[in-house]
């Protein structure tokens, strides 16, 4: 899949992907278009102009687009993080232009590991403690995705003055080295070269057990009061990773899965609790992000939901403990920064998994400038466009975003949740 968009990405809103189209094209298409090579050979590339628009690939599983070809799931090794055994097979690609970014965002499950392959990006990372000053949303939804309403590139202070009082962690990351990021760590990323290549993967936590039941009762309620809005409103309010708005049936189920298997594990972890030391570190876990509502896993097996491999979770507390060698350099506050090298740096055997992947799908094409100034032949759709200034915008009637922000928020989730297990536990 692929898609446009026809606004800069120096808008004082975030470029979320529900204002993207898509086109299907082959990398060879990708790379003739952003070389300036005749349209002719840009396929449906042609139709855009490369000095107003970036592509990007992005969440593209190693194990489906190489099916046919196992053995380059062993190019990508994660054992020297202590996860021996985990490949590309774990793993997905990440492929864009000068210019790609994706909007400010935590990930509800897990950490992440990314493995810089070809080009740079710039990460904008964001300690858990800042959520408050990002303006969280779950508008656009995505299962696992909770997006900030800044675009921390171009920031509105008048619309988000709160957002001054954030703590950025700006860490550029160069092919050959390897970033860990936390869990709950706010980030923004954007391709700084030509042609960027990385490859990610999440590792699981006993924690998303308790995320997934956040995450389904935000499913419920995002659902509900969404699809019980008027179909006029035009408001793209499902991120195009969701397939469908599930019904309210459906998202009891996930619900009351969820709440089964978070219990089921948690007597398992205490049964398990003298040999956990002895094991830790020796299986993985299966990447868990946009693996969403596949519950047909076994609880008494304690496998996470969506769970496709056998494997084990990590405690936070033992993935800090893991060495990673003489080669790890700390990610600093912007002010304290005294390198732009912030990442862990890992030996890479340089394959250049491009050209695997000839005739393969690509991913989102957006409108862009090359600097961060708003092109005048961008427009902005009047519903993400900055509210009045005026004393009067005060008196605008709210709206079911409005009360979703608020509803949604991951503090009053969080604490829904607890309550819910509470009344579950008895």
Same mark, same amino acid.
């Given at each position: 899949?692929?898609?446009?968009?026809?606004?800069?990405?120096? $808008?004082?809103?975030?470029?979320?992907?529900?204002?993207?189209?898509?086109? =299907?094209?082959?990398?060879?298409?990708?790379?003739?278009?952003?070389?300036?090579? +005749?349209?002719?050979?840009?396929?449906?590339?042609?139709? #855009?102009?490369?000095? =107003?628009?970036?592509?990007?690939?992005?969440? !593209?599983?190693?194990?489906?687009?190489?099916?046919?070809?196992?053995?380059?799931?062993?190019?990508?090794?994660?054992?020297?993080?202590?996860?021996?055994?985990?490949?590309? =097979?774990? /793993?997905?690609?990440?492929?864009?232009?000068?210019? $790609?970014?994706?909007?400010?965002?935590?990930? /509800?499950?897990?950490?992440?590991?990314?493995?810089?392959?070809?080009?740079?990006?710039?990460?904008?990372?964001?300690?858990?403690?800042?959520?408050?000053?990002?303006?969280?949303?779950?508008?656009?939804?995505?299962?696992?995705?909770?997006?900030?309403?800044?675009?921390?590139? *171009?920031?509105?202070?008048?619309? #988000?003055?709160?957002?001054?009082?954030?703590? $950025?962690?700006?860490?550029?990351?160069?092919?050959?080295?390897?970033?860990?990021? +936390?869990?709950?760590?706010?980030?923004?990323?954007?391709?700084?070269?030509?042609?960027?290549?990385?490859?990610?993967?999440?590792?699981?936590?006993?924690?998303?057990?308790?995320?997934?039941?956040?995450?389904?009762?935000?499913?419920?309620?995002?659902?509900?009061?969404?699809? $019980?809005?008027?179909?006029?409103?035009?408001?793209?309010?499902? *991120?195009?990773?969701?397939?469908?708005?599930?019904?309210?049936?459906?998202?009891?189920?996930?619900?009351?899965?969820?709440?089964?298997?978070?219990?089921?594990?948690?007597?398992?972890?205490?049964?398990?609790?003298?040999?956990?030391?002895?094991?830790?570190?020796?299986?993985?876990?299966?990447?868990?992000?946009?693996?969403?509502?596949?519950?047909?896993?076994? +609880?008494?097996?304690?496998? &996470?939901?969506?769970?496709?491999?056998?494997?084990?979770? #990590?405690?936070?507390?033992?993935?800090? =403990?893991?060495?990673?060698?003489?080669?790890?350099?700390?990610?600093?506050?912007?002010?304290?920064?005294?390198?732009?090298?912030?990442?862990?740096?890992? %030996?890479?055997?340089?394959?250049? &998994?491009?050209?695997?992947?000839?005739?393969?799908? #690509?991913?989102?094409?957006?409108?862009?400038? !090359?600097?961060?100034?708003?092109?005048?032949?961008?427009?902005?759709?009047?519903?993400?466009?900055?509210?009045?200034?005026?004393?009067? %915008?005060?008196?605008?009637?709210?709206?079911?975003?409005?009360?979703?922000?608020?509803?949604?928020?991951?503090?009053?989730?969080?604490?829904?949740?607890?309550?819910?297990?509470?009344?579950?536990?008895?």
């Amino acid at each position: 899949m692929a898609g446009a968009d026809s606004r800069g990405r120096a $808008a004082p809103v975030p470029q979320f992907e529900t204002s993207c189209s898509y086109v =299907k094209a082959t990398l060879e298409e990708f790379f003739a278009w952003s070389s300036g090579q +005749p349209s002719s050979l840009s396929g449906p590339f042609s139709c #855009f102009e490369h000095s =107003k628009y970036w592509a990007y690939a992005d969440y !593209k599983y190693i194990a489906r687009i190489f099916e046919d070809k196992e053995e380059v799931f062993q190019d990508v090794r994660w054992s020297d993080f202590g996860f021996p055994g985990r490949s590309g =097979k774990e /793993s997905t690609l990440w492929i864009g232009s000068e210019g $790609a970014n994706t909007p400010c965002h935590l990930d /509800s499950y897990g950490c992440n590991l990314v493995l810089q392959i070809q080009g740079r990006k710039r990460w904008h990372l964001f300690p858990p403690g800042d959520t408050s000053f990002l303006y969280p949303t779950r508008i656009p939804y995505e299962e696992s995705s909770i997006f900030s309403k800044v675009n921390v590139a *171009n920031p509105d202070l008048k619309r #988000f003055p709160e957002f001054k009082n954030t703590t $950025a962690h700006v860490v550029t990351l160069s092919p050959g080295q390897v970033l860990l990021v +936390p869990k709950h760590w706010w980030h923004y990323v954007e391709s700084i070269d030509p042609i960027t290549v990385s490859i990610n993967s999440w590792i699981e936590l006993d924690s998303d057990h308790e995320a997934r039941v956040e995450e389904a009762i935000t499913r419920t309620l995002v659902c509900a009061l969404k699809s $019980a809005e008027s179909s006029s409103d035009g408001d793209p309010w499902l *991120n195009p990773t969701e397939v469908e708005a599930t019904s309210h049936e459906v998202n009891l189920q996930y619900l009351n899965q969820a709440v089964s298997v978070y219990f089921k594990c948690q007597k398992a972890n205490v049964s398990e609790q003298a040999h956990r030391s002895s094991r830790a570190g020796q299986e993985t876990r299966a990447p868990c992000k946009r693996r969403k509502r596949q519950v047909s896993c076994e +609880p008494q097996d304690c496998q &996470l939901l969506n769970h496709e491999f056998s494997s084990s979770t #990590f405690k936070a507390e033992e993935l800090q =403990k893991i060495p990673f060698g003489p080669h790890l350099i700390q990610v600093l506050p912007q002010s304290q920064e005294t390198s732009s090298l912030g990442a862990g740096a890992v %030996a890479s055997d340089d394959r250049d &998994l491009l050209h695997e992947n000839e005739g393969g799908h #690509f991913g989102k094409l957006h409108c862009t400038r !090359k600097q961060l100034v708003m092109s005048n032949d961008c427009t902005t759709p009047a519903n993400q466009m900055d509210s009045d200034s005026s004393p009067n %915008a005060l008196q605008a009637a709210l709206s079911t975003n409005d009360l979703l922000d608020c509803l949604v928020n991951p503090h009053v989730i969080r604490l829904v949740a607890q309550l819910l297990l509470e009344r579950a536990r008895v």
